[in-house]
């Protein structure tokens, strides 16, 4: 099952039995089996009847509502009631050690990805990367032996600043001018493409923790802030290079998104809806490929793997394993 996403603006949506019939300026544009899909994506101006709602929280979907390329909300089914999970991942977030063991975690994989990825980048593009992903290598070595939290950010902050300092070279239209790493506001298209699959992929961990039973805003590396979801953005380091930064590059690169794909006239560049809509298809095709899972032995796509990261983590805070393993990719 996939993710359904509906990007034209001022739709109607109403149920009909267990489909989705979507509606625009009165007229029927789609049909859509509420099953064949787990997720659903909507464009904030459009409208679901309750009926509609009631039928995707009774069948478990989850609706996440965006306004422009921001998370604006979303609406879940039943809760997980793993009342001990919580407890356990509370007494660990309250726990300086046992938060730095996991935390090291994160980084570490987050490290190791970005190396692999830089090294396949340095093999295609016969580019000079020895020296960054040397140094990625020495922050992992030393991630190794930070003492508290404090130290291991300061690690992870050094190498994504390295990283982001040759990630230029990675683009090869030069349209896209990269002016370093910037969040809110973008500075550039390649920011607001990069904070945009952020965005993304950090609705898919946070969707992923819920069905585990897991609060996905207690985290270990991320500590808590009013209205932050620290443990998804903890389990995102696991995925960043791979899901987001190596996508935009792709689409960049092959010419998918164009600079006439985005809009200019606001405080930061925003993709226009057909530059989203764009970005969404690869996205989830994204989500799809299939990849061999070393821990569990079998091939699995990327949802499903962050899917099974999500309980490898709760098993893990459960003590019914002895280490968690973050997904690393070859």
Avoid at 11 to 23: A, G
Avoid at 87 to 107: C, G, M, N, P, T
Avoid at 163 to 182: H, I, N, T, W
Avoid at 305 to 327: C, G, H, R, T, V
């Amino acid at each position: 099952m996939g993710t359904f996403y509906l990007t034209e603006p001022y739709c109607f949506v109403r149920k009909e039995s267990e489909r989705l019939k979507i509606f625009k300026d009165r007229k029927l544009v789609k049909e859509v089996k509420v099953n064949e899909y787990i997720r659903f994506f909507i464009h904030e101006s459009s409208t679901l009847t309750t009926d509609a709602l009631l039928l995707l929280a009774e069948k478990e979907k989850e609706v996440i509502y965006f306004s422009g390329n921001q998370f604006a909300a979303r609406l879940v089914g039943k809760e997980n009631k793993n009342v001990r999970l919580r407890i356990a991942q509370v007494e660990a977030h309250l726990s300086d050690q046992k938060s730095l063991e996991i935390a090291r975690y994160f980084v570490l994989a987050k490290l190791k990805n970005t190396r692999v990825s830089l090294q396949r980048f340095a093999r295609r593009k016969k580019i000079d990367l020895d020296s960054t992903i040397l140094f990625l290598k020495q922050v992992m070595e030393k991630s190794l032996l930070a003492e508290n939290l404090d130290q291991l950010r300061g690690l992870e902050g050094v190498a994504a600043k390295e990283y982001f300092r040759v990630f230029p070279g990675l683009l090869s239209r030069k349209e896209f001018s990269f002016l370093g790493r910037s969040k809110r506001p973008a500075k550039d298209p390649v920011n607001a493409l990069l904070n945009y699959g952020y965005v993304l992929l950090k609705a898919e961990i946070t969707s992923a923790l819920f069905s585990a039973g897991l609060d996905p805003y207690i985290g270990f590396l991320h500590r808590e802030r009013y209205g932050r979801e620290s443990l998804a953005l903890d389990m995102m380091e696991e995925f960043r290079a791979i899901l987001v930064d190596n996508l935009v590059i792709k689409m960049i690169n092959q010419g998918i998104i164009k600079q006439k794909d985005f809009d200019q006239n606001y405080e930061e560049p925003r993709l226009t809806d057909q530059g989203r809509r764009r970005f969404l298809l690869e996205f989830d095709q994204r989500r799809k490929d299939e990849v061999f899972h070393e821990l569990l032995k079998q091939k699995l796509s990327y949802r499903e793997i962050i899917q099974k990261q999500a309980l490898l983590l709760a098993k893990y805070l459960k003590n019914e394993m002895d280490d968690y393993y973050p997904f690393l990719t070859k």
